[in-house]
Each structure stands twice: as structure tokens, then as C-alpha cells.
């Protein structure tokens, strides 16, 4: 079974600072990988969805990159602002099978002014 | 701009209520599903459904039904309400393999049962 992990599990840093997200899988059969962010009480927003046959995304700030074969994405935020604080979970979907979606248990970023 | 909607936001029930949760997207997405969060447990899948009226068990199903009578709708369903299922109700729809995949999530309904 696929499971993902993102550690730490918190992280605070001062503003303007770039920092990095980090999410480990254990199966390298994925057909994608998607980056979300949560803000308490909400739902999740999907920032970037990297396919297995790409190395990065980028948007705006945000930078995401994924090498299969060692099961490792990163998240890159740079120049981090206070609006940046919530709640960020990565998500791996499988090749096969109809239940084929792992998530992580998020990384809670806080972003000090 | 592409869009999931959860009916309720925020819902109080007494225990042993039947309680109905709606989800519709508008994206024309085959698969949708159901996951609940709670603080330390993460998100953890209820149902899911592929096609309009099948419907797949996820890890958790207990004390849960669904219907998808519809492509864009479907419904969470608890038949009789317990406290332990107060939660976070997150609904989230994707498209097929080999379409792109990305999952959209709802805004999520907070119930509490009493």
C-alpha cells in the first residue's frame, strides 16, 4: 500500500524567508502528485499537480518538484509572506486501481511577520 | 472557474437524526468522493463513487451510505447520527486516467452531532 509522509509536521519562519515543503512516497507507480493547501476551516485548494512525467511546476512563488524513482517531492515557497500560514498536505495518485489516491498529513506552516 | 459544492457549511444535529450531506460539481468528473478529517487522524476516505449509481467502500464506510443518482451530485448520507461522527465532511471530485487527475475539494461541512 502507498503511504505518504510529510515531515516536519510544523514549521514556523520569519517572513521573507523562501523555505521548502517536504512529502516522501513509497510506491513510485504514481500517476501524479498534487500539492494542496488547507486554511483552518476550509477546504483544500489545489496549488500545483505535478504529472509522473514531469520534473516541476511552477506557480508564482510556488515551485514544485518530484523525482519518482527516490519518492520525494518538494515544495518551494519563496519569499514567504504571513498570508502564506496555513495547512499544506501533498497527495499521490496511483496508476491503477479504483481506490488510487494517498494523502499526507500535511505540513502547518506558520509565517511570523 | 471550476467549482465543487458542499450544500451546508455548518450543520448541528441530535444524535439518531438522519443527516444529508450534498455535493455537486460542474466539471463533469466520473469520479467523486467523501473523506472526513479530524485533527490528528488526517483526511480518511468514506466513499467513493465512479459512475452514476456505483459506489465504492472506502477505509472507513461504517455508519455511512451514499447515492449518486446523478453524474454532478453526490450525497453522503448518515443513517443515524452519532457523536463520534462529528467532523470535518470534505467532498472532492477527478476526472478518469488518462485525464489529467487534479482533485478539486469542496469547502467542507463541520457537523456536530449532540
Known amino acids: 500500500k502507498q503511504e505518504v509522509t510529510q515531515i516536519p509536521a510544523a514549521l514556523s519562519v520569519p517572513e521573507g524567508e523562501n523555505l521548502v515543503l517536504n512529502c516522501s512516497f513509497t510506491d513510485s507507480a504514481i500517476y501524479n502528485l498534487q500539492w494542496f493547501r488547507q486554511d483552518p476551516g476550509k477546504g483544500l485548494t489545489s496549488l500545483l499537480l505535478i504529472q509522473s512525467s514531469q520534473r516541476e511546476q511552477t506557480s508564482g512563488r510556488l515551485n514544485a518538484s518530484l523525482d519518482k524513482s527516490s519518492g520525494r517531492s518538494t515544495l518551494y515557497i519563496a519569499a514567504s509572506q504571513p498570508g502564506d500560514s496555513a495547512t499544506y498536505l501533498c497527495?499521490?495518485?496511483?496508476?491503477?486501481?479504483?481506490?488510487?489516491?494517498?494523502f499526507g498529513t500535511g505540513t502547518r506552516l506558520t509565517v511570523i511577520p | 472557474d471550476v467549482k465543487v459544492t458542499q450544500s451546508s457549511r455548518y450543520l448541528v444535529k441530535r444524535t439518531g437524526e438522519k443527516v444529508f450531506l450534498e455535493c455537486v460539481q460542474d466539471?463533469?468528473?466520473?469520479?467523486m468522493f467523501w473523506y472526513r478529517q479530524d485533527p490528528g487522524l488526517g483526511l480518511r476516505l468514506i466513499y467513493f463513487s465512479y459512475d452514476v449509481k456505483m459506489k465504492e467502500k472506502g477505509d472507513i464506510p461504517e455508519g455511512y451510505s451514499v447515492s449518486r443518482e446523478k453524474k454532478e451530485r453526490f450525497s453522503l448520507i448518515l443513517e443515524s447520527a452519532s457523536t463520534n461522527q462529528t467532523s470535518m465532511y470534505l467532498c472532492a471530485s477527478n476526472g478518469q486516467i488518462p485525464n489529467t487527475g487534479e482533485l478539486f475539494f469542496g469547502e467542507g461541512s463541520r457537523l456536530t452531532v449532540l
Open positions: 497527495a499521490v495518485r496511483r496508476e491503477t486501481g479504483a481506490n488510487n489516491l494517498f
Open positions: 466539471m463533469d468528473h466520473e469520479n
